[in-house]
């Protein structure tokens, strides 16, 4: 259930939501290394989320707390292991009550709650999950509608990370430094260099064929050139632990069709 295409995030994706948002790269990929967990997918491509028991109660005005407490309960948290687990909570919950249980989960890169689903720019919940699991480039232009349909963008612009924290965390965003990390980060990519997306579609991919390059941030290092390295030997390729066009074009075909 849920598992889509999984296609990684693009140029035009990334220029899309700075359009949307009326800010350039460093911000936005401030905005991705602290409000995100790096990579919108799981290995088995279905979309990174996580299934919030408080806002089931709350949507289903506590029909389902007896029967079902790990799922409905006025408490937050409860949360269990990341990952699959919180699709097998959803998948229980949708039993339950299926767009409660779509509205109470957040869905992404930017872990958009799906009862925020027309302020993010969709139709309605159903239309955003299914966005959701086609692309990451849907993933963060929902996060881009998110800020700009709350009134969020006017700080990232004016660089007032306090204040888009605030709003974008909560008010206890201090706790975990939200701010002072936004603004560390952005003027980290001032200076440069920005992730690059060529090696973070490759991790991706690398991925979701079973190889482990250590993560998906767009920073070639040791564990995806190994990784590289083990999928051009699959591919008959010449294993030179480089991302050069013919083993980028084959990786792509390999994990797309």
């Not at 990519?189 to 390059?213: D, E, F, H, M």
Request: net charge positive; proline share 4%.
């Amino acid at each position: 259930m849920f598992e889509g295409k999984g296609t990684a995030l693009s140029e035009q994706g990334l220029k899309d939501a700075g359009a949307a948002l009326g800010v350039g790269p460093p911000a936005l990929w401030a905005v991705m290394t602290v409000e995100t967990r790096g990579c919108g997918f799981l290995p088995d491509r279905r979309p990174l989320i996580l299934f919030e028991r408080h806002w089931f109660r709350k949507l289903t005005r506590g029909k389902f707390d007896a029967a079902a407490p790990d799922l409905s309960n006025p408490v937050w948290g409860g949360y269990g292991a990341s990952g699959a687990h919180q699709h097998e909570r959803l998948e229980r919950a949708i039993k339950l009550d299926r767009q409660a249980a779509l509205a109470s989960t957040s869905w992404g890169l930017g872990q958009v709650m799906g009862f925020n689903a027309k302020a993010a720019g969709f139709g309605g919940v159903e239309a955003m999950v299914k966005a959701m699991c086609d692309s990451e480039d849907a993933q963060f232009q929902g996060m881009a509608g998110f800020i700009a349909g709350k009134g969020l963008a006017k700080y990232l612009k004016s660089g007032d990370w306090a204040e888009f924290a605030r709003r974008y965390n909560g008010v206890e965003f201090q706790k975990n430094q939200y701010d002072r990390k936004l603004a560390v980060a952005h003027e980290r990519y001032k200076v440069g260099p920005l992730p690059n997306l060529r090696v973070r579609t490759a991790q991706l991919y690398l991925t979701y064929l079973g190889y482990k390059p250590g993560g998906v941030d767009g920073l070639f290092g040791g564990n995806s050139q190994k990784a590289l390295i083990a999928f051009q030997k699959s591919a008959d390729l010449a294993p030179s632990g480089g991302l050069d066009d013919a083993s980028y074009s084959a990786l792509v075909k390999a994990a797309m069709g």
